[in-house]
């Protein structure tokens, strides 16, 4: 590969120059072969969309092939591959089980507590997911209904997930890090009506109490009939008599065999509620057949995944990466998915190589903000770790900067592995617009091309297409099969937040700004929206303002985000106290804390400012724009004629000083 020295360190307007061309040894056996074949299937994906998706859906096991390849009578609820008859479940285990791959690891876990290791092949994995579908099942689950799951990072995340969808319930996963108030929301909205929960969960050392939280929380979650706890900790929980029931005592009745359920393609599949700019969470909801060809097609390309190799994503299932590559788009190719409980730096900083090491990891995919942290604790952790099985890198959840790249691709690749880095949503399900590996030139910080099907626009507020270079807002112009349907239980605020923009033309709004270069290559911004990027996660702003103010000290609190080292964006609260009162110094820790307890740690503003008053315009609206610039140390620059009390700005400033 070309490689360039790196000189000076590359600011993200600036342009990025530097570019590598894909080696010839891994193209020779890449699943995609040449440039020229990229664009010969691109160009057909996007011209002659049904006859593309047609052939690729026979890659998946189907019970009845469909009847009409895209429904859009009724946009923007487009429906894929209606008249199918398919199981998701049955095209991540029942499908291998027939080939060599039955008695191979399905999943590869490792615990926290040191050298805590389990192998579950396909078959035996499939044996769980049968028992507990017929778990689900005695405990009246039926098709379409709702189950909540709030469990660590342990194989019994993927048995629960995997049996709702064979049996056709939808799974609702709340990230473990999340707090009581978050489960509330979550478990109310889906009107879930059985929670899957361990009695704790392992983090730094420390036990995380999950049973505890889903008790509190189930006190106002009238839905629920039955709360399933797997004993990870053994350490003892309360039980309620009649609701409350034990895995393992579950597992130990049942019959190992299940038949996967005959789901229609559009059958829903999961809800996973993400942040939005306003109001409670939105429950994005992916269905069956589109969701699963989506994951699987991206997989298989983009990390030109085979069903030899061991691959391992880092995230946490609790996020949409999880669901998508963990999970479904990996074991319905048959590759083996390493599944980790532990923090990447407890009890060393080189827990991720080391594992990248025990287990020969050909294809690694994390996250920017653990890049950073990873280039901070040094390259002297990842040396002493044997990493040559990688083959190929891949980022996800936030802009990589160049130099996070560099060192990526330096002291991990060992300039030996493509970055695939892939830009995707929540809502789009799976991998949009990326580098495919061995194919194309990669250009550190920039995503890339789209991907099969994938018809990105960069646009002005009216629609129009921007010049290349100039930064707009991305559009999607066309439906693609993994794309989510509607936001559960609420059809009115999907068209609301994703197709109102651009009702006229039909076009999906996906939030963020980005611009092209002169190569065609997408080079994405972030959020122009009040949506902040915490460690490649989104926060809404409206939802941290929410519970500052649940506190009784606070009687209005405006949330910004600001460039922040490792994790992307961080926090900063401005808030403001009743008349009269004097925050202390201390009541800012309290305050963290209590955004903890109320949503979760990774919520936990970086720093709080107290302030007797907001900048707010005339009409009471505030102005974040002004308070961005504080927080980032600016002067607030811009308009600021619609102020409405000019020494506001002054007095944040002072305070800020102090
Ligand atoms: C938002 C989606 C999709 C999995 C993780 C996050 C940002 C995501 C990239 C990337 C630049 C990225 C966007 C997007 N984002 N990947 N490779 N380059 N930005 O899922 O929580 O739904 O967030 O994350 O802003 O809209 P999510």
Not at 232 to 240: A, D, E, G, H, L
Not at 314 to 326: E, K, L, P
Not at 590 to 611: S, W
Request: proline share 5%; aromatic share 10%.
């Amino acid at each position: 590969m070309t490689t360039e020295t790196v000189t000076t360190s590359i600011d993200h307007v600036l342009e990025e120059t530097r570019h590598f061309a894909p080696d010839p040894a891994f193209r020779e056996r890449a699943h995609i072969k040449s440039r020229e074949e990229y664009e010969r299937l691109y160009r057909e994906s996007v011209e002659q969309p049904e006859a593309f998706w047609a052939r690729m859906a026979e890659e998946l096991a189907w019970f009845k092939k469909w009847d009409r390849v895209l429904n859009d009578d009724t946009p923007p609820f487009y429906k894929w591959f209606e008249g199918g008859k398919i199981n998701a479940s049955y095209n991540c285990l029942d499908r291998h089980l027939d080939t060599w791959r039955k008695n191979k690891a399905a999943i590869i876990w490792e615990g926290e507590p040191y050298g805590e290791r389990r192998m579950v092949t396909y078959r035996e994995l499939q044996r769980q997911v049968c028992k507990f579908a017929n778990v689900l099942k005695n405990l009246g689950v039926k098709p379409g209904d709702r189950v909540a799951i709030y469990l660590p990072m342990i194989p019994e995340l993927a048995v629960a997930m995997l049996a709702c969808a064979r049996i056709g319930a939808v799974h609702s996963i709340i990230f473990g890090g999340f707090s009581v108030n978050a489960l509330i929301d979550r478990i109310n909205d889906a009107e879930a009506t059985v929670v899957v929960t361990a009695d704790g969960g392992y983090r730094r050392g420390e036990i995380v109490e999950l049973k505890k939280a889903v008790d509190e929380a189930l006190l106002k979650c009238p839905t629920v009939r039955n709360v399933v706890t797997v004993e990870r900790t053994k350490k003892p929980v309360s039980m309620v008599h009649g609701r409350d029931l034990l895995w393992s005592e579950l597992m130990d009745t049942v019959s190992d065999v299940c038949p996967a359920e005959e789901l229609d393609s559009e059958h829903p599949l999961y809800i996973l509620y993400t942040s939005g700019s306003t109001g409670k969470p939105k429950g994005i909801l992916h269905s069956t057949a589109g969701y699963l060809l989506g994951t699987y097609l991206t997989s298989k390309y983009v990390f030109d995944l085979r069903e030899e190799d061991t691959y391992w994503c880092t995230a946490d299932i609790g996020w949409v990466t999880g669901h998508s590559y963990i999970i479904y788009g990996i074991l319905s190719n048959g590759a083996t998915t390493v599944m980790y409980e532990g923090a990447p730096n407890f009890p060393t900083p080189d827990q991720f190589w080391q594992i990248c090491e025990r287990y020969s990891v050909n294809v690694f995919y994390t996250a920017p903000t653990a890049i950073r942290a990873f280039s901070k604790w040094g390259e002297g952790w990842p040396a002493r770790n044997d990493l040559s099985s990688l083959r190929l890198l891949g980022t996800v959840g936030e802009p990589i900067n160049p130099e996070a790249w560099m060192w990526y691709y330096q002291h991990i690749g060992q300039q030996n592995c493509p970055i695939v880095d892939t830009w995707w949503q929540t809502e789009t399900g799976a991998i949009m617009i990326t580098t495919l590996p061995g194919v194309m030139e990669m250009k550190p910080g920039s995503a890339g091309l789209p991907f099969f099907g994938v018809q990105p626009r960069i646009v002005d507020e009216e629609g129009n297409e921007v010049p290349e270079g100039q930064s707009g807002l991305l559009v999607i112009t066309h439906p693609w099969p993994s794309m989510l349907r509607t936001l559960y239980g609420d059809p009115e605020r999907f068209k609301e937040v994703y197709w109102s923009k651009f009702e006229k033309q039909g076009w999906y709004f996906t939030g963020d700004g980005a611009y092209k270069d002169k190569d065609g290559y997408y080079m994405i911004i972030g959020r122009i929206d009040d949506v902040i990027n915490v460690s490649g996660h989104r926060l809404g702003t409206m939802e941290v303002e929410s519970a500052l103010v649940s506190h009784p000290i606070v009687s209005e609190a405006a949330v910004v985000g600001y460039p922040h080292e490792i994790k992307g964006q961080g926090i900063c609260a401005f808030v403001s106290v009743p008349v009269g009162t004097t925050p202390k110094e201390e009541d800012k820790e309290k305050l963290r804390e209590h955004v903890a307890k109320e949503i979760g740690a990774i919520a936990k503003p970086d720093q709080i400012r107290f302030t007797d008053a907001l900048p707010k315009t005339r009409s009471g609206k505030i102005m974040r724009r002004l308070l961005r610039d504080i927080a980032e140390g600016r002067d607030a620059t811009g308009d600021t004629s619609t102020l409405e009390d000019f020494t506001v700005l002054a007095r944040l400033r002072e305070e800020q000083e102090t």
